[in-house]
């Protein structure tokens, strides 16, 4: 049974396409249907060309929102106390679904990357002026887009070694040449053909073979989750400041 209070509907695809769909949505199971330029689930507001930008304006909002109550209370508390409350209210946000923003423009993801940017210079007291990425690597923060290629690597290793859901690791093949070759004992994986100007470069199964056959085999080859998450960060942390 739907509730009509609650049901929403949301057309995902080709413009011309989706509005000859949404023409064909009027009723079901006795309800009455209107599409929806946006819908949320879990937290996340998805639109129809999946391009998160609306969620990525929503996190904007309530992050800033939070870092200027910070800021106006960051000399009466500790450093500890503050990074507790910027991880809390700011960080937790950045980090909470980013895998779904795996392949997004650099466009939209600066926008988050400015969210990061100003919690590190309300943490440290930095000036505008003074330049970002020292302060960011001083707390050890991997940046926004290597932050979601973290996830999406964490997943696809968890996925290999049976520690995610059955539907993760059903999307990734490993590698095997049709020769004897050096590589085929490297734990490569199958980097499907997508056609990149449309979603299928956005898709995990893609994302995630993509990213883990960039990562080095010391990485790779980590026998526990503790061990690939701290091998994994000081890869990504290198590649991001160095």
């Known amino acids: 049974m739907l509730n009509s209070d609650k049901t929403e509907v949301l057309v995902i695809g080709p413009k011309l396409l989706r509005n000859s769909l949404s023409r064909d949505l009027v009723t079901l199971d006795?309800?009455?249907?209107?599409?929806?330029?946006?819908?949320?689930?879990?937290?996340?507001?998805?639109d129809q060309d999946l391009s998160f930008n609306v969620h990525i304006k929503q996190i904007s909002r309530t992050a800033f929102f939070h870092l200027r109550n910070i800021a106006k209370i960051r000399r009466t508390v500790s450093q500890a106390d503050a990074e507790k409350l910027v991880h809390a209210f700011v960080t937790s946000r950045?980090?909470?679904?980013?895998?779904?923003?795996?392949?997004?423009?650099?466009?939209?993801?600066?926008?988050?990357?400015?969210?990061?940017?100003?919690?590190?210079?309300?943490?440290?007291?930095?000036?505008?002026?003074?330049?970002?990425?020292?302060?960011?690597?001083?707390?050890?923060?991997?940046?926004?887009?290597?932050?979601?290629?973290?996830?999406?690597?964490?997943?696809?290793?968890?996925?290999?070694h049976g520690q995610a859901p059955s539907y993760l690791k059903e999307l990734i093949v490993p590698y095997?040449?049709?020769?004897?070759?050096?590589?085929?004992?490297?734990?490569?994986?199958?980097?499907?053909?997508?056609?990149?100007?449309?979603?299928?470069?956005?898709?995990?199964?893609?994302?995630?073979p993509l990213l883990w056959n960039k990562l080095p085999i010391w990485v790779r080859e980590a026998d526990t989750v503790n061990t690939f998450k701290s091998r994994l960060k000081t890869f990504l942390f290198d590649k991001a400041y160095s």
């Open 176 to 208: 095997y040449p049709s020769r004897t070759l050096r590589s085929q004992d490297a734990g490569f994986l199958v980097v499907p053909i997508v056609s990149k100007s449309r979603l299928g470069a956005r898709a995990f199964s893609y994302q995630a």
């Open 30 to 46: 006795g309800i009455t249907l209107a599409s929806s330029s946006t819908v949320k689930n879990l937290g996340v507001v998805f």
């Open 94 to 160: 950045l980090d909470y679904c980013n895998s779904l923003l795996s392949g997004c423009s650099n466009k939209s993801l600066r926008t988050l990357q400015l969210i990061q940017n100003a919690a590190a210079r309300v943490l440290t007291g930095t000036k505008i002026r003074d330049h970002i990425s020292p302060i960011l690597a001083s707390l050890h923060w991997l940046p926004v887009k290597s932050r979601i290629e973290f996830k999406i690597i964490l997943l696809t290793y968890k996925a290999l």
